[in-house]
């Protein structure tokens, strides 16, 4: 037997460790080159088509500028706050970021995004977008991200089964409730509209709360909800399915995919969604004819809707690279970079002046979202209001929903939670 | 009426049957359901009616896979971290394990404990030190960078696992060795580590397993999409809400499995032999 010392097992251990590290170590640190800047940019284009769009914006970009370089990194929306921080506090935070409005307050407040108000102001932006689509990204007056597209509430119908009815679209709260129970064929597995009560169904809620006049909060950011109104918008919303059983009996777990595959595969004539899934739509249905878009309806008070912005910053750019990374994000308002990527994704655009474009205006399928994107602001939003709608909006909705308490009942436990969650 | 003891016994059998063919097709039914969505093209996953069997059975779901530009880099980041983290785990898991087991050393139970605290943080409170260490020494976006992120909460476990095998490995057979000339080291490679092998078996499965499916981490150290790997790809191919692709996700679920059970039946004879001695161990 020949003898393995404890110098041979150590210098193998070694070697194996050596072994196992070898080639796999990082090469020189990255140089910074000023003349041909590479910009890093996070974004949460994930879906298939939207991420195919993003990459022939990427590809025009690069046509436009050929010496910038874009380092594109996508993060899962879930996941991003996490490493957005982990990198900010690392100093290695990216040198522009997809910022969503929700996120922005403490993107800025950990120091993870720069002040461009003088950059907006310079490059004229602020004439090209309206001013409310800047409110999501401004703090103390201070503009931290440039809109670069929408999310526009809208509703999809079954084109082909209104015209067979010979129904129009519903434009207000009644005529829905008539559309809805009219399309309505349980023995052949139909329902008038797929209503949203699983994960997400919360945000509707509060819309439909706040269009039948009830706000939430109030300029100060007080509680405001006001008890009547309120219990109307519920009443009116949860009797789709309780009173007129015009909405799929599982609607208490409906989420987006169950509710986007209802329509898909004709259980269900209308849908409330944004304009973000008209592409899956388009892919699934076909352009034309089987399905259209039309205004969601409009309640006593304003219409069933929000816009929301999503908006791109300058977070922490190496030397060289601010003016690059500031022409990435302004490229993502030029109009033809919106209305080149509403096309390949149907994500809308957030200037004004697409309105004026031919191919959205010839467009019948954009004309809802035209008609809406200017008319509402983005949803209700205050320190709290994510915990709130989730963890007392949605439950209460869903015990209305099976029947086991009262508009009124809901409410009044929203109205509490309200308060707690303003009171912080 | 009172069963006779027969009739009692049979039916006991019948009902413990029963239980454990349940429990088989519980276990069993999300993965069966993978591989058969797996198999189907997304029109015959959204239909108005459900169809548990594929009506035109396709491999086309992995051959799309297979054919995207980033599953090669996403596969063998994964194959090659993996292996690197197990080596790493079990070469100082094991040097770790034995000297714990053999030894009585000042701090040695102090160490002990701290190796299981490390397990008992939650992993997020470690990504910001962790990050910042391995910024700092150019880790970030490379293979062995990650294999080390790893090893910092998996190694605690490998020791623990290995030194309760060591335990049960008399420490008469290694002075028997030593008697016959071997040294310490030879004991050890000779005597206690053959010994010791369906425990290092169990020890290795159960590292490549934690570091095949590990996601934080392989999201939070890589910054480019060469250096990710197949958790994090599989999570973005998940989507977030929009078209979700289920035929090419299903096939994904499938091949994330795959390794890990070709691996487990190489190892199955030693794994289940481990995992018994650990089991019985008193």
């Not at chain 1, 041909?36 to 088509?49: K, L, M, Q, R």
């Not at chain 1, 007392?392 to 015990?399: G, H, M």
């Not at chain 2, 100082?92 to 008992?120: D, E, K, Q």
């Amino acid at each position: 037997m020949s003898k393995l010392t404890r110098r041979d097992f150590l210098k193998g251990s070694a070697a194996a460790t050596a072994a196992l590290a070898g080639n796999t170590l990082p090469g020189a640190a990255r140089l910074l080159a000023q003349d041909n800047p590479t910009v890093d940019y996070w974004h949460g284009f994930i879906a298939e088509f939207v991420h195919a769009g993003f990459e022939v914006v990427l590809e025009q970009f690069h046509q436009a500028n050929p010496d910038i370089t874009i380092n594109p990194l996508t993060v899962p929306n879930s996941e991003f706050m996490t490493k957005f921080t982990t990198s900010v506090v690392g100093n290695a935070a990216p040198d522009t970021t997809m910022a969503a409005p929700t996120r922005i307050p403490d993107m800025v407040a950990i120091g993870g995004l720069q002040d461009i108000s003088g950059r907006v102001s310079e490059a004229g932006l602020m004439d090209a977008i309206p001013a409310a689509h800047w409110d999501g990204a401004t703090i103390d007056g201070a503009i931290y991200g440039v809109p670069s597209f929408m999310f526009v509430d809208w509703m999809y119908y079954r084109a082909d089964w209104f015209e067979e009815a010979g129904l129009d679209p519903p434009t207000t709260w009644e005529a829905f409730t008539e559309a809805a129970i009219a399309m309505t064929d349980p023995e052949n597995g139909r329902y008038g509209f797929g209503m949203r009560g699983g994960n997400g169904g919360q945000g509707f809620v509060t819309k439909v709360i706040e269009a039948f006049g009830s706000p939430i909060i109030d300029d100060m950011g007080q509680p405001a909800m006001d008890f009547d109104k309120a219990v109307a918008g519920l009443r009116w919303y949860t009797d789709l399915h309780t009173e007129h059983g015009a909405v799929p009996p599982s609607v208490a777990n409906d989420s987006f995919r169950q509710l986007m595959e209802a329509f898909q595969t004709g259980q269900t004539a209308m849908l409330w969604h944004h304009t973000g899934s008209l592409a899956e739509m388009r892919t699934v249905l076909g352009e034309e004819g089987t399905f259209s878009t039309a205004l969601r309806p409009q309640g006593p008070e304003k219409q069933i809707a929000s816009a929301t912005p999503s908006y791109n910053g300058i977070s922490m750019p190496g030397d060289g690279e601010e003016d690059a990374s500031w022409e990435w994000i302004k490229y993502w308002s030029e109009v033809d970079t919106q209305v080149n990527f509403l096309e390949l994704t149907g994500y809308f655009p957030s200037s004004a002046l697409v309105a004026e474009d031919e191919r959205v205006q010839g467009n019948p399928l954009y004309a809802a979202a035209l008609a809406t994107v200017n008319e509402v602001g983005p949803p209700t939003r205050f320190p709290g209001s994510p915990g709130w709608e989730r963890n007392v909006v949605l439950p209460n909705f869903q015990r209305v929903l099976l029947g086991e308490i009262t508009p009124e009942d809901a409410v009044e436990i929203m109205m509490e939670g309200l308060e707690e969650a303003v009171s912080g | 009426m009172q069963l006779s003891f027969r009739a009692t016994q049979r039916l006991s059998r019948f009902l413990t049957a029963a239980v454990l063919v349940f429990a088989g097709i519980f276990a069993l039914f999300p993965m069966v359901w993978t591989g058969l969505t797996s198999l189907k093209l997304n029109t015959d996953v959204i239909t108005a009616e459900m169809q548990y069997l594929p009506h035109n059975p396709t491999l086309e779901n992995y051959f799309e896979l297979w054919s995207r530009k980033s599953f090669v880099t996403l596969f063998g980041n994964s194959v090659v971290i993996t292996f690197m983290t197990v080596s790493l785990c079990l070469l100082v898991g094991t040097s770790a394990a034995y000297a714990f087991s053999r030894y009585r050393f000042t701090g040695r139970n102090a160490a002990l404990v701290g190796f299981l605290l490390i397990r008992m943080f939650p992993m997020v409170l470690m990504l910001i030190p962790l990050f910042i260490i391995m910024r700092n020494l150019h880790l970030l976006n490379t293979r062995v960078g990650l294999a080390l992120a790893y090893t910092t909460f998996l190694l605690p476990i490998a020791t623990w696992m290995l030194k309760g095998f060591f335990d049960a490995i008399p420490p008469d057979l290694e002075d028997a060795a030593r008697i016959d000339g071997a040294t310490r080291a030879g004991a050890i490679v000779r005597v206690v580590l053959p010994l010791a092998a369906p425990g290092v078996a169990a020890t290795a499965v159960l590292t490549a397993i934690a570091a095949w499916n590990e996601f934080l981490f392989a999201l939070m150290f890589t910054t480019n999409e060469a250096s990710q790997t197949w958790p994090v790809g599989l999570h973005l191919l998940v989507g977030e809400e929009f078209n979700l692709p289920w035929g090419l996700l299903s096939a994904g679920g499938m091949i994330s499995i795959a390794p890990i059970i070709v691996f487990f039946v190489l190892a199955q004879k030693s794994l289940v032999r481990g995992l018994m001695q650990g089991a019985v161990k008193g």
